[in-house]
């Protein structure tokens, strides 16, 4: 049915373009009162020590910038915490991504997190998640973080194969990561999380199943798994062909690594690429955004969104700070339905017209005549061909429902 798969989210907008705003329109919405409770925190630390194959980033020599950074944090976690707007917010998720945010030392961290719950109301239940390396996750660093609320990890494995860790510039060959994963596991309790990347050049359907097998035998709680996709300019895009790549070897190696733990009985697909252990991660970053609950962007590269002010900071001179509407947002969170491996229509009818609901029930039962789904008079289930070809679908169905933004 599809010649080409979308490999990422399908992000399109809706509606009229965002309208420009500046600091100051920002600053005195955020005098008033939310609508919703609810909210997140996102942190980006645009910092590594070691750049993966696939990245462009070019980081090195981190010292002085750190410590000047943790200060504009420092700044920035003070500056929003005392506007009235964010003091209602129940905050349900902090997450650091990056970047790699472990990069930061001890002195670092535990100023940054204890100002971030003495400045906003963090929910008991809040899912406190930080993306990480092994090498840069050590056992004194794990032990600080853990008494300081973080209850999840995100780590950049990649893959354990020695072959695939060389070729993506990953540090430790595998004995020693499956060695410091075990260690963070035993002496963790709450959520490890992995990023496993396959279908780089060379992989085998054997290493894709090891990584599978690994990742049952430590119980992991849930792993985000990607198609290879390199950055221009990254070191991968200048030495490999993009001619390398197969989409019957795409499906193979993504129908193994999925079905192995799917047919364990202990996992399940949470949205297209991520697979959780049964009744453990929630993913609550990813699944609050979609439900459009707010996010306060913090740092250089972050973006985000509070009320109808939409947030990107390249560096501490350049914001970009823009005015969105009602349709805007609500043609991104019924774009959302679309990554899950369940779509009701009874969820569509919110935000799209009945007639175009029908349309999107004769492009959903196509998809079920190539096996991708079941369709019912409820909506559709999909099996793990659709999750495959998953973002594909939702960029088509992008182009369905979009007359009803406009």
Same mark, same amino acid.
């Given at each position: 049915?599809?010649?080409?798969?979308?490999?990422?989210?399908?992000?399109?907008?809706?509606?009229?373009?965002?309208?420009?705003?500046?600091?100051?329109?920002?600053?005195?919405?955020?005098?008033?009162?939310?609508?919703?409770?609810?909210?997140?925190?996102?942190?980006?630390?645009?910092?590594?020590?070691?750049?993966?194959?696939?990245?462009?980033?070019?980081?090195?020599?981190?010292?002085? *910038?750190?410590?000047?950074?943790? *200060?504009?944090?420092?700044?920035?976690?003070?500056? %929003?915490?005392?506007?009235?707007?964010?003091?209602?917010?129940? +905050?349900?998720?902090?997450?650091?991504?990056?970047?790699?945010?472990?990069?930061?030392?001890?002195?670092? !961290?535990?100023?940054?997190?204890?100002?971030?719950?003495?400045?906003?109301?963090?929910?008991?239940?809040?899912?406190?998640?930080? *993306?990480?390396? #092994?090498?840069?996750?050590?056992?004194?660093?794990?032990? !600080?973080?853990?008494?300081?609320?973080?209850?999840?990890?995100?780590?950049?494995?990649?893959?354990?194969?020695?072959?695939?860790?060389?070729?993506?510039?990953?540090?430790?060959?595998?004995?020693?990561?499956?060695?410091?994963?075990?260690? +963070?596991?035993?002496?963790?309790?709450?959520?490890?999380?992995?990023?496993?990347?396959?279908?780089? =050049?060379? *992989?085998?359907?054997?290493?894709? !199943?090891?990584?599978?097998?690994?990742?049952?035998?430590?119980?992991?709680?849930?792993?985000?798994?990607?198609? #290879?996709? %390199?950055? =221009?300019?990254?070191?991968?895009?200048?030495?490999?062909?993009? $001619?390398?790549?197969?989409?019957?070897?795409?499906?193979?190696?993504?129908?193994?690594?999925?079905?192995?733990?799917?047919?364990?009985?202990?996992?399940?697909?949470?949205?297209?690429?991520? +697979?959780?252990?049964?009744?453990?991660?929630?993913?609550?970053?990813?699944?609050?955004?979609?439900?459009?609950?707010?996010? #306060?962007?913090?740092?250089?590269?972050?973006?985000?969104?509070?009320?109808?002010?939409?947030? %990107?900071?390249?560096?501490?001179?350049?914001?970009?700070?823009?005015?969105?509407?009602?349709?805007?947002?609500?043609?991104?969170?019924?774009?959302?339905?679309?990554?899950?491996?369940?779509?009701?229509?009874?969820?569509?009818?919110?935000?799209?017209?009945?007639?175009?609901?029908?349309?999107?029930?004769?492009?959903?039962?196509?998809?079920?005549?190539?096996?991708?789904?079941?369709?019912?008079?409820?909506?559709?289930?999909?099996?793990?061909?659709?999750?495959?070809?998953?973002?594909?679908?939702?960029?088509?169905?992008?182009?369905?429902?979009?007359? $009803?933004?406009?």
């Amino acid at each position: 049915m599809f010649k080409e798969r979308i490999k990422g989210h399908h992000t399109g907008g809706g509606g009229s373009k965002p309208v420009p705003a500046t600091e100051e329109e920002l600053f005195e919405f955020l005098q008033g009162t939310p609508e919703r409770k609810d909210g997140v925190i996102y942190f980006h630390i645009p910092f590594c020590d070691n750049i993966c194959s696939f990245c462009s980033m070019n980081r090195s020599k981190l010292e002085g *910038e750190l410590d000047t950074y943790t *200060e504009f944090l420092l700044s920035e976690i003070e500056k %929003f915490g005392k506007f009235p707007y964010m003091k209602a917010k129940n +905050i349900e998720s902090v997450y650091f991504g990056g970047g790699t945010p472990t990069v930061l030392k001890e002195k670092h !961290l535990d100023p940054i997190i204890n100002a971030i719950h003495k400045n906003f109301k963090i929910s008991p239940t809040c899912e406190f998640s930080l *993306e990480s390396t #092994l090498h840069n996750l050590s056992p004194k660093k794990l032990k !600080l973080l853990d008494s300081l609320g973080v209850n999840r990890f995100s780590i950049g494995v990649q893959t354990f194969s020695d072959d695939g860790r060389k070729l993506l510039n990953r540090v430790f060959d595998k004995e020693e990561a499956l060695k410091r994963l075990k260690q +963070i596991r035993d002496n963790f309790d709450k959520f490890v999380c992995i990023d496993i990347i396959y279908n780089y =050049p060379g *992989e085998t359907v054997e290493e894709v !199943l090891e990584d599978a097998r690994i990742v049952k035998e430590l119980k992991i709680d849930s792993v985000s798994f990607y198609s #290879l996709m %390199f950055s =221009p300019g990254s070191v991968l895009s200048k030495e490999i062909s993009p $001619d390398y790549y197969s989409l019957e070897t795409d499906k193979e190696l993504h129908h193994g690594f999925a079905n192995s733990l799917l047919d364990s009985g202990d996992y399940e697909v949470l949205e297209h690429t991520k +697979i959780t252990r049964k009744n453990r991660d929630e993913y609550k970053y990813i699944r609050l955004g979609h439900k459009g609950e707010d996010t #306060l962007p913090i740092g250089f590269g972050a973006g985000g969104r509070l009320g109808n002010y939409s947030m %990107f900071a390249m560096n501490k001179d350049r914001k970009m700070i823009t005015k969105t509407n009602e349709t805007q947002r609500n043609f991104g969170k019924f774009m959302s339905l679309f990554q899950y491996p369940n779509v009701k229509f009874s969820d569509m009818s919110q935000y799209i017209k009945p007639s175009t609901i029908e349309e999107i029930k004769d492009f959903l039962k196509l998809c079920e005549k190539h096996n991708y789904m079941k369709v019912n008079d409820h909506g559709a289930t999909l099996n793990i061909d659709g999750v495959f070809w998953g973002n594909t679908m939702a960029a088509e169905i992008s182009k369905i429902a979009r007359k $009803d933004f406009e």
